[in-house]
């Protein structure tokens, strides 16, 4: 059955940390919020299950106050459409969604950057995030031999998760170099207490830096795999690989909404506000910055959506504070060349239409490549193999078309005639 | 004791606590192989968030439901392609 919602003050696209700051600063501030989310519970993937048992003081806080003010949370809708100006479609597993707003905030996050390497299609190759998102939601992954590998300080978190739910975490394969490290370690110290305690949690577990993993094997399902460190190769038999190579915004929805995007992420004023009017954005999707940056930058957005631009200013130093962070952690986790010689010429880049590195490299841009070999129109849209092609060629998505995801076609239709 | 649901996967009977994914309920019953890729290719899934399509099942008749953001159900029926 179809839906129509209320028309709604402020819509929140996304319930993650960014989203759920801005939700609350707006209903806090009278407005009429809602919040649409794809996944079938709030908090994001950094939050994901912790509504009734909340893993940090912050996360309790921030699920509390969410309670505490008069929000309509919808969930498990993906927004796919904008039939006109000032609403968007959203499928759920009862029918489409209409759902009308005078603002939009996007907050749409980010996902894991996935680079191809032999053997990481194999099953139980997964990113870092993504084995983490398995477990907290009921994969039971005691006594597991696990290797998590990639880049960035989620392999620290997702690590250190595991090993509490039991895994036997057996390295943390990091490819920036120990010097790129030890200068983030000051400002990291700097920040908080947080990496004290992810440190206590992994003891024992060795922490490799300048190391990666050059493949995968195993006959249908991983078995093992080889790693590099200093020109040395050994192999690691495990039932995991957790591999992730940092964040990348999701901009999908803010393209198709015509929002300017710039350096891989949403382009927002200082009340967050994108190139559209009446449409702003926070959080990851306007580039990778970490928890307390989408927090301030959602309350930010939630406050200049509502109108109230002197209580968004007074924001504006704390959300400084944290961007010279996340500068800090970009600019140490960048990605060395040597990832991009890690294909193999039959080694699959797009995992949706198996297309192999080899068919792709003779192409100029990637709509070339998609015009001749599919790659990046299978299901996912580009969305894991586009920050693989981006890194190993450097080309970038051109447009987004709707809809912005796969929908069934009774949604299709309903966007169409609407 | 937390509260489960079962649900059978392959014809196979699995309980997971309340609140599960079937993404994870299906790498309990011990299958990996969640799909076959365009090529013949054992699949399974990658981001565990709804990106990568990889884990796509058949739930209660659908085809190319992602399973790692459905919910277990009780009496789901699930079946891979593996």
Sequence with gaps: MDKVHPVCDVLVVGAGPAGLAAAWRAAASGMRVSVVDDNPAAGGQIWRGEQTKPSSAEAQQWLERIRTVDIQMINGARVFQQPEARMLLAETSEGVCELKYQSLVLATGARERFLPFPGWTLPNVMGAGGLQALVKTGLPIEGKRVVVAGSGPLLLAVAAYLRRRGAEVLVIAEQASSLQLARFGIGLFSKSSQAFALKRQLKGVPYRSGCWVVAAYGDEKLERVTLVRGGKHWEVACDYLACGFHLLPNLELAELLACAVGNGSVIVDEFQQTTVSQIYSAGEATGIGGLELSLVEGEIAGLAAAGKRDEARNLFPIREKHRKFAELLNRTFALRDELKHLVAPETIVCRCEDVTFERLRTHSSWRAAKLQTRCGMGPCQGRVCGGAVEFLFGWRAESVRPPALPVRVESLIRGVTE | ?82
Aim: glycine letters at 12%.
């Design chain 2, 1 to 82: 004791m937390p509260e489960t649901v079962t649900l059978v996967v392959n014809g196979v009977s699995v309980e997971m606590p309340v609140g599960s994914m079937v993404s994870a309920a299906i790498l309990k019953t011990g299958i990996y192989a969640f799909r076959r890729s365009a090529t013949g290719e054992t699949r399974g899934p990658l981001c565990g968030m709804g990106i990568c399509f990889e884990c796509r099942v058949v739930i209660d008749g659908e085809p190319h439901c992602r399973s790692c953001q459905t919910v277990c159900k009780d009496g789901m029926d699930v079946r891979t392609d593996g």
